[in-house]
């Protein structure tokens, strides 16, 4: 589902925030966006979404005020800069370059900046950015449980349309089943060239023929499912997949009605209920 979730914190004076998006996808896919210092966060920050998120593709910032974008503070490793100094010069009067060194150039070389290793596993710095994070995905959440509203009221409309049709293919075949089964017998009739049929085994043929036209099995478990689809939209789990199997046995059930029925006005009515289950379908694929 989508969905947008941000907190601001501040660690040691330095203030920044988390962002986390959410857009639909079948499966969960995380990507970060943070800073190398700040990657031995990344499990832990991981589990946390893996926990609250099931299905979406969902990005991961933590950005900064400051223009360092860094909540740890570095120093220059004089070491390693004298190296690189010593190295240069030697190639440059080697190779007789004109470019002499400059500072900008210089911080760009690997290594040349170091940071504390006990800041790095600080548990505090952990438990701020956590912290904040737990707090954008509560936001982010909060706007998806909206969303998810405005979805199952759309569901429940949906349902309807189809309970509605469904009752409607019930009234529409029962009148067909004795329509079907009278032309059925004057067929016959005419075949043999008498006014009555009166060979027992041929009726009972027609009979066997018209109950093969008979959906109310169908209809049934097609109400079936849509109460069965209506109790899961109250549930305080994830539902998703479970809505997504129902929908393939509901279309299932419309299918074969579809091809038992020997009905124009049934036929019409089947094609919309599989346009209304497709909708229900493609909403499943984004909910969790």
């Keep these: 589902m989508t969905g947008f979730g941000r907190y601001e914190g501040e660690f040691e004076g330095k203030k920044f925030h988390v962002e986390i998006h959410s857009v639909n996808s ?23 979404l893996k926990n ?6 969902v990005s991961y910032k933590i ?5 360092d974008d860094s909540v ?13 100094i010593n190295e240069l010069r030697s190639i440059k009067d080697e190779f007789n370059l004109d470019n002499d060194l400059n500072i900008s150039d210089l911080i760009q070389l690997p290594d040349i900046f170091t940071t504390n290793s006990e800041e790095l596993i600080n548990s505090k710095l952990s438990e701020k950015i956590l912290s904040c994070t737990e707090g954008a995905l509560n936001n982010l959440i909060e706007m998806q449980v ?5 979805i199952k009221r759309s569901f429940i409309k ?8 469904n009752l409607s293919i019930k009234k529409l075949q029962k009148n067909n089943v004795s329509e079907h089964l009278s032309k059925l017998k004057d067929r016959v009739t005419k075949l043999l060239n008498t006014k009555k049929i009166e060979n027992r085994s041929i009726e009972q043929e027609i009979v066997l023929l018209a109950d093969k036209s008979d959906i109310s099995e169908e209809n049934e478990r097609l109400s ?12 305080d789990e994830n539902v998703g997949k479970r809505l997504i199997f129902l929908l393939q046995e509901m279309l299932r059930e419309v ?10 006005e049934i036929s019409q009515k089947v094609v919309e209920l599989k346009n209304q289950l497709e909708i229900l379908r493609e909403q499943c694929q984004n909910i969790q």
């Design 26 to 48: 079948r499966y969960l896919n995380i990507h970060f966006n943070i800073t190398n210092e700040l990657n031995f966060l990344q499990d832990a920050v991981n589990n946390l």
């Design 52 to 57: 609250k998120i099931s299905r979406g593709k």
């Design 63 to 67: 950005i900064f005020s400051d223009t």
């Design 72 to 84: 740890i503070n570095k120093t220059i490793n004089k070491g390693v800069l004298k190296n690189y």
């Design 146 to 150: 909206k969303e998810g509203e405005y």
């Design 158 to 165: 949906i349902l309807k349309n189809i309970e509605q049709e």
């Design 224 to 235: 079936s499912h849509i109460d069965q689809f209506n109790n899961y939209l109250e549930y």
């Design 255 to 264: 299918t074969t009605i579809g091809s038992k029925a020997n009905s124009s």
